[in-house]
């Protein structure tokens, strides 16, 4: 921002990922705003009429002089056939067709997704290709740009397999990504159509007072000290027979998670979990946790009776504080991405499952507080481990074991002993059996649910597995309703309209900030719109 003296006023500020900004604390005189984007920049002089009327002030839209680069086509070729197939460990040569309408100098960068391979250089716009010995769709991305603000993406995905099978003449099978929002870097993001963790509702503030005087009538856990006092740990956060672990939070909110969960002898379950670093997938974080280091918000979850209740009925409960030690104290907010603050309990929801849906005047009663939530299972594929490791060591692979089948109910794998211990529902228990089949001392992570075979077991640890069940799994079993816990594909197949507008449609899924980033910096969505079997059609487009 600049005067009409050509002095700076202001402090440069940058732009968000929609390309808006604010700058505030200028003088009532005409100023001309700058813009730049690498070697491009634009100017434009704004009246002083226009910003100190007394009104609100329009937007002021900057273009760049730039078109941005475009790919034409990108192809996968053995000795000069197009391929849309190929074998396992195969090497397919790479080539981009890209052109630039202002003639820029291009800068084009090829990537593989994880798994996919090995990709290097080979000339101007062209690579090799080391296919991998694992099988499955295999994707590459492209990414053109020219250092004046303008750049374009684009994948293509080969099908790795036991034979080579060549592309369809005259079809491109290479994916634009020109209408996403991208991220640096190849993998393209789209712009999510709504914020993330709000399908249970925001909440708001008296809403929540009145959760947590539902829930503690007594007020005995005004802090995190007095939470650990009435749930049998001592003032560092320490019990007997409570289970520990720490890791990084890899597919959800992306911080370091330090887990502590204790089993009473009446049954009922108390955890807690202190989050440590940023909500930014920073592999130091899980070091962060294991060392207590700088500890940020803490959640906490109870499965037990209402004092003043029904001492037979055990509820899942939510209680959040403001920090790691004992004087930490309860807040009724959490934000758990880098968006706003939710407000507990329905922040909790979106992947607890439950509701709570009371009237804002309303006094919450039993039923209300008693959501149908659940305690989490501990999915060790989508973690990381302290020390920048990317697999638990067998220490840290019986402790989860422990943890999970506390929070299933039962001390026993294969056992669902009492399914009216409603700490978890019943995909949550059906899915921790299916990790220790057989007493397995470590987790199974190719487990498939008996609902999901043939064709549609690709999907579920393809897509469901990783990006869907990260959330989906504590929603509703209800063979009657067709549920939302994709226990089964005949759940799935029944909210398929649903299903497909909400990933490609309205961009709504997965609802997670990290999740959703992960999501769609896969092959994932590639994955889904070219899944086809019985009754369920090729969606084609992903986003449509």
């Known amino acids: 921002m600049l005067d009409t003296n050509n002095h700076t006023v202001g402090q440069p500020v940058e732009v968000n990922s929609v390309g808006e900004f604010a700058i505030a604390g200028l003088s009532k005189s005409n100023v001309r705003v700058r813009a730049t984007s690498q070697n491009a920049s634009v100017e434009q002089t704004i009246q002083s009429s226009a910003l100190f009327s007394g009104r609100p002030v329009q937007p002021i839209n900057l273009i760049l002089p730039n078109r941005r680069p475009q790919i034409k086509n990108i192809f996968a070729k053995v000795r000069g056939q197009a391929l849309r197939a190929a074998k396992y460990g195969q090497t397919v040569n790479i080539s981009v067709a890209v052109e630039d309408p202002d003639h820029d100098q291009l800068k084009i960068v090829c990537r593989g997704q994880d798994g996919a391979?090995?990709?290097?250089?080979?000339?101007?716009?062209?690579w090799t290709w080391k296919l991998p010995q694992v099988g499955g769709s295999k994707t590459v991305?492209?990414?053109?740009?020219d250092n004046r603000g303008g750049f374009a993406t684009a994948n293509l995905s080969l099908a790795v397999g036991s034979k080579t099978e060549a592309a369809p003449a005259g079809v491109r099978l290479m994916r634009s990504n020109d209408l996403l929002l991208n991220a640096p870097g190849p993998n393209p993001i789209p712009t999510p159509g709504s914020e993330f963790l709000t399908l249970k509702r925001r909440g708001d503030p008296e809403l929540a007072k009145k959760y947590y005087e539902g829930v503690d009538p007594d007020h005995e856990r005004l802090t995190l000290g007095a939470w650990w006092a009435k749930n049998g740990f001592d003032n560092h956060g320490d019990a007997q027979g409570a289970v520990r672990t720490s890791y990084l939070n890899n597919n959800d909110l992306g911080s370091g998670r330090d887990m502590h969960v204790l089993r009473h002898d009446d049954g009922t379950v108390s955890?807690?979990?202190?989050?440590?670093?940023?909500?930014?997938?920073?592999?130091?974080n899980a070091d962060l946790a294991a060392n207590q280091t700088n500890p940020g918000a803490t959640v906490c979850m109870e499965y037990s009776p209402i004092e003043h209740q029904d001492n037979t009925r055990r509820v899942v409960k939510f209680f959040v504080y403001l920090g790691g030690t004992e004087n930490a104290p309860r807040q009724i907010d959490a934000k758990l991405d880098n968006n706003a603050p939710k407000y507990v309990p329905n922040v909790c929801l979106n992947c607890h499952g439950g509701n709570y849906r009371i009237a804002p005047a309303a006094t919450p009663t039993l039923d209300d507080l008693d959501m149908s939530a659940s305690f989490r299972e501990f999915d060790l594929e989508t973690f990381k481990y302290p020390g920048g490791r990317e697999t638990p060591n067998q220490t840290e692979q019986d402790a989860f074991k422990r943890q999970n089948l506390l929070i299933k109910g039962s001390d026993k794998p294969e056992s669902d002993s009492d399914n009216s211990y409603h700490i978890t529902q019943p995909a949550i228990k059906n899915l921790i059996n299916g990790w220790y089949a057989n007493d397995s001392p470590t987790q199974i992570a190719s487990f498939v649910p008996v609902g999901w075979s043939g064709d549609s077991a690709r999907l579920y640890s393809e897509v469901v597995a990783k990006s869907c069940r990260t959330c989906h799994v504590a929603l509703e079993t209800d063979p009657r309703t067709k549920g939302l816990s994709w226990i089964s594909f005949e759940e799935f197949l029944h909210r398929r309209d649903d299903i497909i507008n909400a990933v490609c449609g309205d961009i709504i899924m997965p609802h997670a900030n990290i999740t959703f980033t992960n999501f769609w910096r896969s092959d994932r969505p590639a994955t889904f719109a070219?899944?086809?079997?019985?009754?369920?059609?090729?969606?084609?487009?992903c986003p449509q």
């Open 530 to 541: 070219s899944f086809s079997t019985t009754g369920w059609d090729a969606v084609g487009q």
């Open 271 to 284: 955890a807690y979990v202190t989050n440590y670093g940023g909500f930014d997938q920073d592999q130091h």
């Open 117 to 126: 391979g090995n990709v290097v250089p080979s000339g101007i716009n062209k």
């Open 141 to 145: 991305f492209i990414l053109a740009s």
